[in-house]
């Protein structure tokens, strides 16, 4: 036991914006934070192993004399871009930790904002998805990417607008004033809004989101049309998933907490706040390796 208790615990969420890290003492009592750059491990690996590292250096930097060796950290690492079992393994693999998990950052995000209660999380960003916890049992719906999924995203959201503006101009959907103030954005021009979709990523039309976000606010009906598509999707998502008495909702996310108005009623009815985050969700999962070791030490 006392050599088990000399370990610290380390925690890191990563994603294609940005990752944290955080080090914990023993009883998860967090003693430093930072941040790094893009850590996607499907998009880049080597810069995903790169920048996690970097962020892990510069907590353990804040600690200074006290700082634990990268090697007697217990730390799970939740990152996008982990779609296997070999993925988990390899990027742990190339982690100087002596204990070392690594998970899918839905996983991290599921347990960070459920914290101890089972139920569902609608996590809804520039990407899509959803899951459903019972205990330590975790389903996914979703996260399938802008070409074959993402309903509900920032970015099918942003992509949508964009159609919607062009049916608009073709006479095909009524006009409105969201659909005049996106044409007027591109010049008036209904080809630089086809220029701009070919290059145009997840993230830039996630861009484009607040304003289908608040036009429904302002009671716009092509606003409304979207945001109530968008939530079509995820009612479908929450009603396949038979939830239980006791499940509570979790939205998250830059759009998510936007699409309560538009849930239906037994839905909204269970929507509570977030426990936690991804890293917070991270730092549970390394705290429950830590306990492994205890026990069977």
């Known amino acids: 036991m006392g050599y088990v208790s000399t370990y610290q615990l380390c925690a890191v969420d990563g994603g294609g914006t940005g990752c944290r890290s955080a080090i914990a003492a023993s009883d998860a009592r967090v003693l430093a934070r930072a941040s790094g750059g893009p850590a996607n491990y499907a998009t880049n690996a080597e810069q995903t192993v790169e920048n996690v590292l970097d962020a892990v250096r510069q907590a353990a930097a804040q600690l200074g004399a006290e700082g634990p060796a990268m090697r007697r950290l ?21 982690l100087p930790f002596e204990h070392c998990t690594v998970s ?28 459903l916890r019972r205990g330590d049992a975790i389903r996914f719906i979703g996260g399938w990417g802008l070409n074959l999924g993402d309903q509900a995203s920032g970015a099918r959201l942003g992509r949508d607008l964009l159609e919607h503006t062009l049916l608009a101009w073709d006479g095909l959907a009524p006009e409105s004033d969201l659909t005049r103030t996106m044409l007027a954005r591109f010049g008036g021009v209904p080809g630089e809004i086809v220029a701009y979709a070919r290059q145009a990523r997840p993230a830039d039309y996630a861009t484009l989101a607040p304003l289908a976000v608040e036009a429904a606010r302002a009671d716009d009906p092509s606003g409304r049309m979207l945001m109530e598509r968008g939530a079509a999707y995820l009612n479908k998502a929450l009603a396949a998933m038979a939830l239980s008495e006791g499940d509570v909702v979790c939205l998250i996310g830059g759009v998510g907490p936007h699409y309560e108005p538009y849930l239906a009623p037994e839905f909204r009815a269970r ?3 977030p426990q936690g985050t991804a890293l917070d969700g991270a730092l549970q ?9 205890e026990t069977s030490a």
């Open 104 to 131: 899918d950052d839905r996983v991290t995000s599921t347990i960070g904002a459920l914290g101890e209660s089972d139920g569902a999380l609608l996590a809804v960003g520039t990407g899509t998805f959803a899951t």
């Open 74 to 94: 217990v730390a799970h690492v939740g990152l996008a871009g982990i779609m296997s079992e070999q993925d988990a393994r390899a990027m742990a693999a190339r």
């Open 271 to 273: 929507i509570r706040p």
């Open 285 to 293: 999962l390394a705290r429950r390796k830590l306990e492994e070791l």
